[in-house]
């Protein structure tokens, strides 16, 4: 006979049994409730437009947006009982950008949203917390390097025109002007009357006009011969020509040609040259493709692009905003890339499946200004509490890479030095001439084949001895870039010699 086993506990009463299961699982209904809510739903439940603590934070005056002396280019105003943005500079649109609580933000609106807004929590938990204190904001001010006196001067000089111009600090990668047009007008985009109806209007347009595109950081074009200067780096960074290669075949192929492959490449635009073998300074000044063409050959697919990627080619660029990358060829040839030699040789002077932004055209030009080092291009110089000015952050200049040794560079500059200021070079280039200041640059005109005009460039750096500005000019289909974009380049780099001397 079996009886009780000897330190066994009392079965519990049925009853209590029963509740002690429904406070189990309440307290553990309870538990994934607060799990859920605080955890996985803890962010979406901080931005949830209906949260009236997030409401308070979406309403409450974001910081402003400032050029580097302090011009006011995007704020917070009261209009109607309801904060709305102000942009009382709109020529800066395409830097600037805009926010909108129902269309979204673009530009340095988005990019820094969070410092603007002061809702810069890193964690879900840390943005959940924000919200019990007595200001759960912290707006601040975005201090860009623009000068709002550049910038104007830069649209002024575009003229309305479709394109784009990029200026730069060379020393510092600082960014002092960034147009694109056509553009739009960022306060009719957040007005809560007009905006979705403009933003509409923008939208159905010629779609080739696309006014929302930042065409200095996302437009991609044929950059023709401003090329050369990047294969002019290649070329002496790789040691596959110096300053003083020359190609003997160059002078006769003026009128005959270059046959690469059974492609000819043609030149012929400077029969004053007469049966001169080129180097690399008198090449650049006439803008020689012939000879071009040959150092592509001699410098070789692999080592083209790679010195191209030391210059941001083929790879997104750090920057404030999105930069589209640019490319030396389409990459999908057999020979490191390229589809063959006819390729090759017409990337080395601009055409072919090469493609650029203004931005990657303008780092070129400030690399070889800057004495071979690339610099971090920027358009933020500071963040700044809203409330009291105080500095929360300045940022420094950076040095990205350092692409040529400061010999070869001084070699590039002097060829661009020659293609603006040297008597072969001043019917190309020597609109761009600043009077009184040692000028640097080249110009492009990109053929697209058929029978529109050719995209004009110009890029270029003033003074040529000491840099303290690099310029990238483009204009779609604007013609000849020594007729069109050369003389916008040297006016609006003689400019700012004069507003910042």
Known sequence: MSGPRVGSAPPLPRGLLRLAIVVIAAYSALALGLGYWQGIRAQAL??????????AV?????????????????????????????????????????????????????????????????????RLLRKFRPDPTAAQDVVTSLDVRLQADAARLLG?????????????????????SPSYDPNKLVDPATGAAYLA??????????????????????????????????????????????FPDQPAEEKTGFVVQGYTVVDGHHDFTGHTALDLTEATAVSCNIYYAHAGLAIGAADLRAWARQL???????????????????????????????ELANAAYGQGTTFVTPLQMALVAATVADGGLLMRPTLVDALRASADGSLIEQRQPQVWRTVLPASEATAVRQAMQAAVESPWGKPFAGSAKIPGVPTAG??????????????????????????RI????????????????????????????????
Do not use: C
């Open 46 to 55: 901080t931005e949830d437009p209906g949260n009236p603590i997030v409401a």
């Open 160 to 180: 309305g025109r479709r394109g784009a111009i990029v200026a730069i600090e060379p020393s510092t990668g600082r960014v002092l002007a960034m147009v694109s």
């Open 470 to 501: 690099a310029v990238a000019v483009l204009l779609e289909q604007g013609g000849h870039g020594g007729q069109v974009a050369a003389p916008i380049g040297g006016q609006l780099m003689g400019d700012w010699l004069k507003l910042a001397p």
């Open 201 to 246: 209007s923008l939208s159905a347009g010629d779609a080739s006009a696309s006014p929302l595109l930042n065409r200095a950081t996302q437009g991609r074009y044929t950059p023709g011969s401003v090329f050369k200067i990047v294969t002019a780096i290649a070329g002496l960074g790789s040691g596959k020509i110096t300053p003083a290669t020359t």
């Open 442 to 467: 080249k110009t492009g005109t990109a053929q697209l084949g058929g029978s529109g005009e050719p995209h004009a460039w110009f890029i270029g750096f003033a003074p040529a001895n000491t840099p």
């Open 58 to 126: 979406r309403d409450a005056p974001r910081g402003r947006i400032l050029d580097a002396r302090g011009t006011v280019l995007a704020q917070s105003v009261t209009r109607g009982g309801v904060q709305v943005r102000s942009y009382p500079q709109p020529l800066a649109a395409p830097v600037v950008g805009y926010w909108s609580p129902t269309l979204g933000a673009a530009g340095l609106e988005r990019t820094y949203d969070a410092q603007l807004s002061g809702f810069v929590g890193i964690t879900p938990v840390d």
């Open 312 to 342: 941001g080619f083929e790879a997104s660029i750090p920057f404030d905003l999105p930069v589209a990358p640019s490319q030396v060829t389409a990459g999908t040839g057999p020979l490191n890339g390229f589809v063959d030699e006819v």
